[in-house]
T-cell receptor, first 110, second 113 residues
């Protein structure tokens, strides 16, 4: 079983929609959960991270962790065409490395 | 400006040739990483280094080699033993106690024919 799994999409939504991006993970001991955004032909950039369970909000973005289900989510409110990118979840799977999901390609249509 | 540079952006090589990808950072980070990205497979860790003169294999190290002689630099050599080297290669760095906050370079797209 993979440590982190993510639906690759692609996902296409109209401007203004609420977007939900999700990942599952295998080990209940994992504590740090990250979301990176990657524009086409660029390196990823860290959007936000959460520790343990609960929600974290940053503007239009909310990261959520459900440890009982081993499920992490990123919600984007009022999505904009500039949000079109690949979103990668990542988990700190040891003290020295991250493990990334496959990435979900999102397109927000004007 | 602080950041990570990778050069070149595009690289073309003939099969059987070794090629070295450059990665330099001026963020004063101790830890550096090399990832490979293929369509539908996310980022896979090749090698990482937490301190100068020390590095560890990641999940797909076969056919690759690295060195870490300076804090700022972490070059990756793709050898002729790598069976499918065509990919997008990403370098990243972080401070040792905040590895979750990795900063990525712009990547090098390597094509081997």
């Amino acid at each position: 079983q993979k440590e982190v799994e993510q639906d690759p999409g692609p996902l296409s939504v109209p401007e203004g929609a609420i977007v939900s991006l999700n990942c599952t993970y295998s080990n209940s001991a994992f504590q740090y959960f990250m979301w990176y955004r990657q524009y086409s032909r660029k390196g990823p950039e860290l959007l936000m991270y959460t520790y343990s369970s609960g929600n974290k909000e940053d503007g239009r973005f909310t990261a959520q962790v459900d440890k009982s289900s081993k499920y992490i989510s990123l919600f984007i409110r009022d999505s904009q065409p500039s949000d079109s990118a690949t979103y990668l979840c990542a988990i700190e799977t040891s003290g020295s490395r991250l493990t990334f999901g496959e990435g979900t390609q999102l397109t927000v249509n004007p | 400006d602080g950041g990570i540079t990778q050069s070149p952006k595009y690289l073309f090589r003939k099969e059987g040739q070794n090629v070295t990808l450059s990665c330099e950072q001026n963020l004063n980070h101790d830890a550096m990483y090399w990832y490979r990205q293929d369509p539908g497979q996310g980022l896979r860790l090749i090698y990482y280094s937490q301190i100068v003169n020390d590095f560890q294999k990641g999940d797909i190290a076969e056919g690759y080699s690295v060195s870490r002689e300076k804090k700022e630099s972490f070059p990756l050599t793709v050898t002729s033993a790598q069976k499918n080297p065509t990919a997008f290669y990403l370098c990243a760095s972080s401070s040792r106690d905040r590895l979750r906050e990795q900063y990525f370079g712009p990547g090098t797209r390597l094509t081997v024919t």
